[in-house]
Each structure stands twice: as structure tokens, then as C-alpha cells.
């Protein structure tokens, strides 16, 4: 059962567009979504994240876009540059006591120069 | 970097070895957590453990185990090991218990493969 669905699974965008990518959940409980940017041969890094309690969250270039009612949450990257291209999960976690994180399958973004 | 060390960085083994996996968590980071990185599964979470106690678990198989050790690092034991075990295993830390609270560190990753 895959809890968190992220969509498109690979996304080209040419310099200085937004890049757009979505993820649905299922599961109420959750209560923090956070975006990772992974670069080929590193591990995931912690680019943005939201909680349930606010719809949108800015920092710099990157903005989350979050509905509740929906169960949707969304990453915009504007402007997005050559340096973006890598890949993108979006995670969910119910908090409490535990870290445990529920990843998305990934997208993988291509800024052409 | 991250400050989370994983080692070893490559690993090739045979069908049915033993392996382990080790994990040191950022200076101070009381939570490790496992993940298992594969092409078709994707970035699944295996196992926390917290200040030496396991606090949370994931789809971790029988044949996997971990511990936290009282330096609070970590080490990921894969026995039997089949073919689709072959992945990346990425080790994280937070300084804390709860997602809400800190963020996940990720360390670079031990690939293993096995023959």
C-alpha cells in the first residue's frame, strides 16, 4: 500500500521555468511533509517542509503548496536552474515519537541550460 | 555533508552471506534511522532506534537486524542475503525522537550488491 503518490514520475523544464510537482496522501494522521533533494551518489537532503496548519510555505525559490481537504501537497520551483536537476521526494510522518518518514517514488528533474 | 558517516561505501557480496552495515550519527544526534533505496521500492523506511532503544519499525525483514550501540552509533546486520536485496541503504539522524521536531541527516549510503 503506498501511502504517499508523487507524480510526474521524471520532469523536464527548460531554465528559468517552474517546475511543478505534486504528491497525495491517505493517511489523516499525518502531520509534517517534508521535500528531500537527492544528487546522484549523495544521500537525500531536507529542502523544504510544511505542517498541516498552514497552505503554502516559502523559502527562496522553492514553495510548498499545501490542501488539506484534498490531502494534496505540492513543490514550485521558480526560476529553476541547471543546478536543480536531481531528484525530488516528497515524505509524510505522523510525528509523535517516532521519525519514521513515508517517502514518495521520486521525481527526477531535468533543467535544460 | 551531512555529518552522518556511513561505511562501508560499496559492498558486493555473495547470495547467502552476511553483511553489516555502519552508521555513525552527527555529533549529538540521539536517533538513527535505515532506509532502504531500491529502484523499484523506492526510499523505505527500516528501522529507528532512539538513544539505544528501537522506537520505531518499518517493512524490515526477519532476516535484517540493527542495534544502537552506547556511542549511538549504528550498525544494520543483512543475513541470508538474496538478489533483491541489493539497494542502497541510507542511514539518517536527528538529534530527537519526532519528525516534527528535527530533521532527518542522511549519510552518503552503503550500495550492496549481491551476486
Known amino acids: 500500500q503506498q501511502q504517499v503518490k508523487q507524480s510526474p514520475q521524471s520532469l523536464i523544464v527548460q531554465k528559468g521555468g517552474i517546475s511543478i510537482i505534486n504528491c497525495a496522501y491517505e493517511n489523516t494522521a499525518f502531520d509534517y511533509f517534508p521535500w528531500y533533494q537527492q544528487f546522484p551518489g549523495k544521500g537525500p537532503a531536507l529542502l523544504i517542509a510544511i505542517r498541516p496548519d498552514v497552505s503554502e510555505k516559502k523559502e527562496g525559490r522553492f514553495t510548498i503548496s499545501f490542501n488539506k481537504s484534498a490531502k494534496q501537497f505540492s513543490l514550485h520551483i521558480m526560476d529553476s536552474q541547471p543546478g536543480d536537476s536531481a531528484t525530488y521526494f516528497c515524505?509524510?510522518?505522523?510525528?509523535?515519537?517516532?521519525?519514521?518518514?513515508?517517502f514518495g517514488q521520486g521525481t527526477t528533474l531535468q533543467v535544460k541550460p | 555533508d551531512s555529518g552522518v558517516t556511513q561505511t562501508p561505501k560499496h559492498l558486493i557480496t555473495a547470495t547467502g552471506q552476511r553483511v553489516t552495515l555502519r552508521c555513525s550519527p552527527r555529533s549529538g544526534d540521539l536517533s538513527v534511522y535505515w532506509y532502504q533505496q531500491s529502484l523499484d521500492q523506492g526510499l523505505q523506511f527500516l528501522i529507528q532506534?532512539?538513544?539505544?532503544?528501537?522506537?520505531a519499525k518499518g517493512n524490515i525483514l526477519e532476516r535484517f537486524s540493527a542495534q544502537q550501540f552506547p556511542d549511538l552509533h549504528s550498525e544494520l546486520n543483512l543475513s541470508s542475503l538474496e538478489l533483491g536485496d541489493s539497494a542502497l541503504y541510507f542511514c539518517?539522524?536527528?538529534?530527537?525522537?519526532?519528525?516534527?521536531?528535527?530533521?532527518?541527516?542522511f549519510g552518503p549510503g552503503t550500495r550492496l550488491t549481491v551476486l
Open positions: 515524505a509524510a510522518s505522523k510525528g509523535g515519537n517516532t521519525g519514521k518518514l513515508i
Open positions: 539518517a539522524s536527528s538529534a530527537l525522537a519526532g519528525a516534527r521536531t528535527d530533521t532527518q541527516y
Open positions: 532506534y532512539y538513544n539505544g532503544e528501537e522506537r
